[in-house]
């Protein structure tokens, strides 16, 4: 079975170790044993991940949403802290800070500095970021097959009130609205800002990425992990073309909310929400996403438990949606495979 998958950063990731499982691999690592013929498995899970979050720091390329999902699938991510790497130093980040740096809000270890290098060094030397991707999961063994939503540099961009903004003695003009690159917003401001919109800067002239189209048309199941559906799903189906390969695929298309009784379990989901007039729940994601017989993206979408969920033209099913651990998470996947029969 291939399965597909929308994915985002950090709970993307952890739906991913879900939909590993599922499929019979070793959700942290890239072997595992075929349930039922007890064969090494051949893992069949494609992600196809925001890169819109990928910020230029020091001259480096990082691609927080791709490397959450590489370290996480291979075992080597900080899931107490919740992003990079496990066991990681940062005498890197401490030399920066003592120079007054850039973004000394935005941390980067000494591991995961070694991999923004050979990602650099290969973007300059002309590879697209799908290959680059390709060629860091051969070390790391993910067990699932990571594609950039997008070769082409795609930057989500927050449009907000100037926060530096002092108005002059006795005038009364209002801050300018300034664009901020998404991880100033996030990591700096913790999306405390309120966001006027969202740009996705580059989308309009990017493409899918190579091999998007593909893993697509190719699915028995496309899933929609519950990643924070404005900017880490949003740049996605920003993607022209990746809409339309949507609504033409063959294999149906199951979402889950990545809201629990209205709430997003870490991030900052409502705010994101908030800023393009969608209510914070898991019916004002299912409706915002749609019924794809009706142009927009699902065919199911599954819900937390005990939650009224109505979306016109959408099967919608409960089920427990904390994704504690593999397994947990597996069963999510079962029942979206329910769903999509
Ligand atoms: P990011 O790119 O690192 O911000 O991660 P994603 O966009 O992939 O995922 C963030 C979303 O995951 C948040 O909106 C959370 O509400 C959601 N999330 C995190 N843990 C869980 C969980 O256990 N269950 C569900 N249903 N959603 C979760
Ligand atoms: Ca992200």
């Known amino acids: 079975m291939k399965i597909t998958v929308l994915s985002g950063g950090v709970g993307g990731a952890k739906f ?4 590993k499982a599922f499929v019979g691999l070793d959700p942290f690592g890239g072997a595992g044993t075929d349930p039922v013929t007890g064969e090494a498995a051949t893992p069949d899970v494609t992600a196809i991940v925001n890169n819109g979050d990928d910020i230029r720091l020091h001259g480096l390329q990082v691609c927080p949403d791709l490397d959450s999902c590489l370290y996480t699938l291979s075992g080597v991510a900080d899931t107490v802290r919740g992003w990079g790497r496990l066991d990681e130093t940062w005498t890197a980040a401490a030399e920066l800070a003592s120079y007054g740096a850039e973004a000394p809000w935005f941390s980067l270890g000494d591991k995961d500095i070694a991999t923004h290098l050979v990602r650099t060094r290969m973007l300059d030397a002309g590879y697209p970021l799908s290959a680059v991707t390709a060629a860091l999961g051969a070390k790391w063994q993910p067990g699932v097959t990571l ?3 997008s070769d082409q540099r795609i930057e989500t961009h927050v449009v907000v009130s100037d926060p530096a903004f002092e108005p002059g003695p006795g005038s009364t003009a209002g801050a300018p609205d300034v664009a901020l690159h998404f991880q100033e917003w996030w990591t700096r401001y913790r999306a405390g800002i309120p966001a006027k919109r969202f740009v996705f800067v580059g989308a309009e002239e990017a493409r899918p ?3 998007v189209l593909e893993a697509l048309a190719t699915a028995d199941l496309i899933l929609v992990a519950p990643s ?11 993607v ?5 390969a949507l609504l033409a695929a063959p294999a149906r298309i199951v979402g889950v909310s990545p809201l629990i009784a209205g709430k997003p379990l870490r991030g900052h989901a409502d705010a994101c929400l908030a800023a393009i007039d969608v209510e914070c729940s898991a019916q004002g994601v299912g409706r915002h996403y749609g019924a794809r017989s009706e142009g927009g993206l699902l065919d199911g979408f599954l819900v937390a438990e005990g939650e009224d969920v109505q979306i016109p033209g959408v099967r919608v099913a409960e089920a427990p949606l904390l994704m504690m651990d593999p397994q947990a998470t597996a069963a999510m996947v079962a029942a979206c495979l329910e769903l999509s029969r």
């Not at 924070?228 to 920003?238: D, H």
């Open 16 to 19: 991913l170790l879900g939909v």
């Open 147 to 149: 594609l950039p939503m």
């Open 209 to 211: 990425g190579a091999g």
């Open 228 to 238: 924070n559906p404005v900017v880490s799903i949003g740049p996605i189906l920003a």
């Open 240 to 244: 022209p073309g990746l809409r339309e």
